[in-house]
């Protein structure tokens, strides 16, 4: 990748620009049989929408926070990069109430109802569906995303050296993240072309490094699995060689 990228968007960037038709994000959900894949192409189509939608029709400002209220999903990854290019704080699993805005799944909206500014649903279902109901003081991503604009580009320059996401009580500019995505890349061994396969969630650093950012920093992909403890042994060694995995953070 290169060497000048200092925020994640900036790290998408180069992936597009190097080779667009390659997988970057392959997930499964074990508990649904789910499989979504994305190349960096129609991935970053995904980061461009949800980034005109957040600094379009939410009104997002470089520095506010977001409360992300979502589990470790490919939804959630086009999140964290929409955020990184519009320059706003991805507070994951932050608190609500002291969020500009939220983003959440279905399964923690009355936590995300404490927020005072704009809130947004996700279903989670397959193929991004969105909900049968939208609901009740909420906007419904799947139905706000489709009409955006494909191609993004920032109202304020993003500064790198500025807060880009916190996690587990710990915040991290943009520069900071993409340093130590690039520090886990080499401790785990990720080249261009690697393809990592992990079941962590997206509550902690490891979890957001193994499942985005170092694959995005190493210029390879990742093959994330939600609810991978329903999959078995004999079923996770198919994954492993179908999905022609070379690295694993289980």
């Known amino acids: 990748m290169n060497s000048s990228d200092r925020t994640p968007a900036d790290l ?4 597009l620009s190097a080779d667009p038709a390659r997988p970057l994000v392959t997930f499964y959900d074990d508990a649904t049989g789910e499989r979504v894949e994305l190349s960096v192409a129609t991935f970053a189509n995904w980061v461009a929408k949800t980034a005109n939608l957040l600094q379009g029709d939410l009104a997002a400002e470089p520095g506010d926070r977001l409360a992300l209220l ?8 086009v999140w964290l990069l929409a955020c990184s290019s519009v320059g706003v704080v991805a507070d994951v699993q932050g608190d609500p109430a002291a969020a500009d805005l939220v983003v959440t799944g279905p399964d923690t909206l009355e936590r995300a109802r404490a927020c005072r500014g704009e809130r947004v649903a996700l279903a989670l279902r397959p ?39 916190a996690v587990g009580g710990a915040e991290l500019t943009g520069a900071q993240l993409v340093a130590r995505a690039r520090e886990d890349a080499g401790t785990l061994g990720l080249v261009p072309g690697s393809r ?3 079941g962590r969630t997206y509550d902690t650093w490891e979890g957001l490094s193994t499942g985005l950012f170092a694959p995005l920093a190493a210029g390879g992909s990742v093959v994330l699995c939600r609810h991978i403890g329903q999959l078995d042994a004999d079923g996770l060694a198919k994954r492993l060689e179908s999905e022609r995995v070379t690295n694993t953070a289980v």
């Open 12 to 15: 998408l960037r180069s992936a």
């Open 70 to 77: 979502l589990p470790a999903h490919w939804q959630s990854a």
């Open 127 to 165: 193929l991004g569906g969105r909900f049968p109901q939208a609901p009740e003081g909420f906007a419904d991503y799947a139905v706000e995303v489709p009409s955006q604009g494909d191609r993004f580009a920032p109202f304020a320059p993003v500064d790198a050296d500025a807060p880009a996401l």
């Open 196 to 198: 990592l396969l992990t």
